[in-house]
């Protein structure tokens, strides 16, 4: 009989490397939503979309790896999202493709109320709403500036919730314990004992 052997990496690294490259995507987005530069600028979004994309698939393998299916869940179809980005047209079809991927998120929200990280349900929820916003963008609104607003704040909420996310996990992971609040429920008084 073969003997079964799984590899494990610590998850915690991978996700954390995720969310940080995740976050540097979506705060130059957010940038772009803001009118921190125009959109004659968009092409260094695309350049760095392909970086985060494989950044992205290397934590949905260790996510796999781990057996982490709620990590392999989000971070796989953000993976094939951020590598096919820049093919995405400013139009219907691509806004299908941002509401495609923000359903999936959104269903990822869902599923994550059932872990610890109380956090984590509230970033992917406003994601799944940035993506939604950023499809009706595309969908023939890229002149409409409130559109482009909403796009930017929400982008850049995420990236900054996303860091702060990231960091808590860091320090959670260092420290053996919740340092910064990121949701995690405390042990009743008398489990502690």
């Not at 073969?2 to 954390?16: G, I, L, R, T």
């Not at 004659?40 to 695309?46: E, K, R, T, V, Y």
């Not at 219907?92 to 923000?102: D, E, N, P, Q, T």
């Not at 990236?159 to 420290?175: C, E, H, R, W």
Request: zero cysteines.
């Amino acid at each position: 009989m073969a003997e079964e052997s799984n590899v494990h990496v610590k998850v915690a690294m991978a996700d954390v490397m995720a969310l940080f490259v995740i976050a540097f995507f979506t705060f130059l987005v957010g940038g772009l939503g803001l009118g921190v530069f125009g959109l004659d600028q968009l092409a260094i979004i695309a350049e760095i979309s392909v970086p985060v994309g494989i950044l992205v698939l290397v934590a949905t393998i260790i996510a796999y790896l781990n057996e982490n299916v709620l990590g392999t869940a989000i971070f796989g179809p953000l993976a094939v999202f951020f590598l096919v980005f820049q093919f995405i047209p400013a139009d219907a079809s691509g806004m299908l493709a941002l509401v495609y991927i923000g359903l999936v998120i959104l269903i990822d929200a869902v599923l994550s109320l059932a872990q610890p990280v109380r956090l984590l349900p509230i970033v992917l929820f406003i994601a799944a709403i940035a993506f939604f916003v950023t499809g009706a963008w595309y969908n023939g609104g890229a002149s409409d500036e409130g559109l482009r607003t909403a796009v930017g704040a929400l982008w850049m909420i995420f990236s900054l919730l996303g860091l702060y996310l990231g960091a808590g996990i860091i320090l959670l992971v260092m420290k053996g314990k919740q340092i910064v609040p990121i949701g995690i429920p405390s042990a009743p008084a008398a489990s502690k004992a």
